[in-house]
Structure formats: structure tokens, C-alpha cells
């Protein structure tokens, strides 16, 4: 029986998830066909053909972060990841703001999934007629549909680590299978649906940034969103073999494949379909793909249905986990530690979570004047998650700056210090560019430094 529960702190269960297994879940986690479909037209709307180009400029700096994600694995391997990292290599003051940084940064990240996921799938119910126009463009239909599927995840990741790792595999097939499907065939057809000649200019263009750095400056908040969800096997890895070795590697893994997914892809996207159409549509996957074979289009419908499901559930995941180290290191209540017997999975807090998602689900949906609020909360957890990545690279400067006994430490110091002055910039793009987030960055970040204060027990570094 999966709802079997102990109440009471346990351990998560050890040697579940193998390399194959991490590197499905970090490579899934980052979700290609969702974040594409859900962040390229706002991307597009901002810089246009030099699009790509600012994702490739941020890559190094995220790419530095999961080398340094590495190396604090074989470190300090632990569920809480980020969190316990600061703890045990800086302090407990330093490791609880982290800790509040975190939970801020995936809790945003979840209500902009779920609506998404009812969206998405209300489209292909729709474009393949199994329900009526009336039915695909009410509120209680997205609503439902979206409930479905954090009930789907809630289940899934009750049943625990191997279900969840097992399911996530199923639904990345399915998901790169259709990509790569709809990548032959616009290759094969691209002399007769070039929209736009490919330039030089969309992958090097700097002279664009320099001449429009405030769109640039809008764009990265939203940049971020696409470029997370690889950490994912640093809060697996008490749940792995050999955890000491591969969480990390096979994030940086997730992350390099992401990357050529979306440098191919988008400049595909870019030469076949006009890039007004793709800056405003809310889906340019699908935009794109009923340029390329219209009559089998709504097939990337399913694409970005798998690739936001297991986003949701994978995301949830993290969070869980975060919140388990938190409560076993007695930052949270012991309650966010409790564990399904069976099943060995931190039911308490994925109760928690997907209550919590519910709640926000009904709330975006029904209540017209929060509709808005949205586009805000996306970019606001796009903030929040460089805000984590950008306090790792601190935590590795003052490991790096500190410990003499670390092999490469100059180069992994050098490497934390590129990584935290990216962060820091693309931060700090991101808030002076809203006066609303400013407002909202400063009440949310208070309740952290209260706790910060609160939590003044040193930690030695070993």
C-alpha cells in the first residue's frame, strides 16, 4: 500500500537511482520541449534572431555552476544539495538564507508548470477532436486538467525514487523521440521553408547587445527558467549508487544535451517560421511545427505535454528532497521529515507541495486579477534560482579561498568566481529592469534574513 506512513524522520532509500537513471532525470528536469514552448516567444519578443545568442552567452556561466556542483558531490553528497553545501562549508546562517533562497526558487517554479500542463493538454484534446471547442476554452477545463496532473504527480512521487526515475525515462523518450522526429523532417524540407537566411549574427551578434543591453537585461530572468533543472541529481544522490562519482557529472550531462537541443532546434525554429509569429506565440513549438507538416503538428503537442509533466514532478522532486535535509538537519519541523515506510519517500512534504500547487492553481485561474501575476511569478523564480546558483559560487569561493587541502583549487576557484559575477549581473539585469520585482525580491528575501539571524550555530569546516 503506498500511503503506508511512519511518522517519523527515516532515511531515503539508498541505491535506487543508476547513471542512466541520473542522467534521464537531469536532462528531463530542464525540459527542452516545455521550456521552449513556454519562454521562446517571450525570449524571441525581447531580442529577436539574437535569441540564441544570449543563451549562449549565459551557458558558460551555468556550465560553471554544475562543474562546481560536481565537486561539492564528491564532497559532501546530500539531498539538501545547495543548502547543506553552505551549512557545512560556510555556517548555518549562511546555509538557512540559502535554504529560504531555495525554497523560493522551486516553489515559484511550480504554479507556472501546472497551468501549462492543463493548457497543453487541452490543446491536443482539442486539436484531435476529442473535445469541443466550448469544452478546450473554458477555465474548469484548464483547471481540471492541471489538477490531474499534480494528483499524477503526487502519486508518482509517493510511489518513490525508482518509479519516479522509471516514469521520467518513459516520458523523455517520448519527448526527444518526437524532437528529433520533427528535426529530421524540417532538415530534410529546409531549401523550400527557409522564412529567414541563417546569419553569423544570431549565434556572435555582440555588437546587438551592446546597442540594446536593456533587452538583453529583460530576457535573462527568463533565460534562467530554460536553464535549470540539471541540479536535479545533486538532491537524488543519497537515492543513488555510488554517490560520490555521479551526481554532478550527470548533471553537466543533462545540461550539455539541453544545450544542443535548443542551439539546433532554435535556429531551425528561426529560419523556418517568421520570427514575428514566433515572438507572439504562446506555443512557437507548435508554431514551428505546423510550419514544417501541419497536418501532424499536434504529434509536439504530446512532446511538450511529456516534457511539462515530468517538469512538474521532477521539480516537486527537488524540492521534497531540499525539504527533508532541512527538517533532518532541524531547520523545518521534524513533520517535513517524515517518511512513507514502504516506500521511503518524504510524504509530508509532497502532500505539502502539491496542496500548496492546488491552492495557487485555483487561485491564477479563477480570481481574474491575479492572471496577470503569472508572467511575474515565472520571472521572479527565474531570479530566485540564480539567486541559489549564485550563492553555490560564493560557497565555492570561500571553500576555494579557505581550504588548502583541495585539488585544483585555483582553477575551481577561478571558476567560482566567473560563475558568481555572471549571477550577479544577470541578477541584477533582471531586478532594476522592474520596480515591481525590486518590491516583491525585498519582502520575500526579509523572512530569510530573520531566520539567517536567528540560526547562529558555526559549523566547522572539516
Not at 174 to 184: D, M, N, Q, T, Y
Not at 227 to 250: C, H, L, Q, V
Amino acid at each position: 500500500m503506498i500511503f503506508k506512513i511512519n511518522r517519523s524522520s527515516g532515511d531515503l532509500k539508498s541505491n535506487v537511482h543508476k547513471f542512466i537513471d541520473l542522467s534521464a532525470l537531469s536532462t528531463s528536469s530542464v525540459a527542452p520541449a516545455f521550456s521552449i514552448a513556454a519562454s521562446y516567444g517571450v525570449i524571441a519578443m525581447y531580442l529577436g534572431f539574437y535569441s540564441i545568442m544570449a543563451i549562449i552567452i549565459t551557458f558558460p556561466i551555468w556550465l560553471g555552476a554544475a562543474i562546481l556542483f560536481r565537486k561539492f558531490n564528491r564532497l559532501y553528497p546530500s539531498a539538501g544539495a545547495s543548502y547543506h553545501w553552505g551549512n557545512k562549508i560556510v555556517s548555518k546562517r549562511y546555509g538557512s538564507l540559502q535554504a529560504w533562497i531555495i525554497t523560493l526558487a522551486y516553489f515559484f517554479s511550480i504554479p507556472p508548470i501546472v497551468i501549462p500542463a492543463g493548457e497543453y493538454t487541452a490543446v491536443l484534446l482539442y486539436n484531435t477532436g476529442i473535445i469541443s471547442y466550448s469544452i478546450y476554452s473554458s477555465t474548469i477545463t484548464i483547471f481540471l486538467l492541471g489538477s490531474a496532473w499534480i494528483l499524477i504527480t503526487l502519486v508518482a512521487s509517493i510511489m518513490g525514487a525508482r518509479p519516479t526515475a522509471r516514469l521520467t525515462e518513459i516520458f523523455l523518450v517520448l519527448e526527444l523521440s518526437i524532437i528529433a522526429v520533427f528535426i529530421i523532417i524540417a532538415i530534410y524540407f529546409l531549401p523550400g521553408h527557409t522564412v529567414n537566411t541563417v546569419s553569423p549574427a544570431w549565434f556572435i551578434g555582440f555588437g546587438a547587445l551592446l546597442k540594446n543591453p536593456y533587452k538583453f537585461m529583460l530576457a535573462f530572468p527568463i533565460i534562467a527558467t530554460i536553464m535549470d533543472g540539471w541540479e536535479i541529481d545533486s538532491y537524488a544522490s543519497e537515492e543513488s549508487f555510488n554517490r560520490e562519482k555521479w551526481p554532478g557529472t550527470t548533471g553537466i550531462i543533462g545540461l550539455i544535451a539541453v544545450f544542443a537541443i535548443y542551439l539546433v532546434t532554435m535556429t531551425l525554429m528561426d529560419i523556418e517560421t517568421p520570427i514575428s509569429l514566433l515572438s507572439a506565440s504562446l506555443d512557437p513549438l507548435a508554431t514551428w511545427s505546423h510550419y514544417i507538416i501541419p497536418q501532424y503538428s499536434f504529434v509536439m503537442d504530446i512532446a511538450v505535454i511529456a516534457s511539462t509533466a515530468s517538469s512538474l514532478w521532477l521539480t516537486t522532486y527537488i524540492l521534497s528532497r531540499a525539504w527533508y535535509a532541512m527538517s533532518r538537519e532541524h531547520l523545518l519541523p521534524r513533520q517535513f521529515g517524515y517518511i512513507n515506510k514502504t516506500r521511503k519517500s518524504p510524504y509530508a512534504n509532497l502532500i505539502i507541495i502539491m496542496i500548496a500547487a492546488e491552492s495557487i492553481n485555483a487561485v491564477m485561474l479563477f480570481v481574474p486579477s491575479i492572471e496577470s501575476f503569472f508572467a511575474q511569478l515565472l520571472s521572479i523564480s527565474g531570479i530566485f534560482l540564480m539567486m541559489e546558483f549564485g550563492i553555490d559560487s560564493l560557497t565555492g569561493i570561500y571553500l576555494y579561498s579557505h581550504r588548502k587541502n583541495v585539488n585544483m583549487k585555483h582553477i575551481y576557484l577561478g571558476i567560482s568566481i566567473f560563475s558568481f559575477t555572471g549571477f550577479f549581473v544577470m541578477i541584477m539585469f533582471g531586478i532594476i529592469t522592474n520596480t515591481l520585482f525590486i518590491i516583491l525580491i525585498i519582502i520575500l528575501i526579509i523572512p530569510g534574513i530573520l531566520i539567517m539571524f536567528k540560526n547562529n550555530q558555526k559549523i566547522i569546516p572539516d
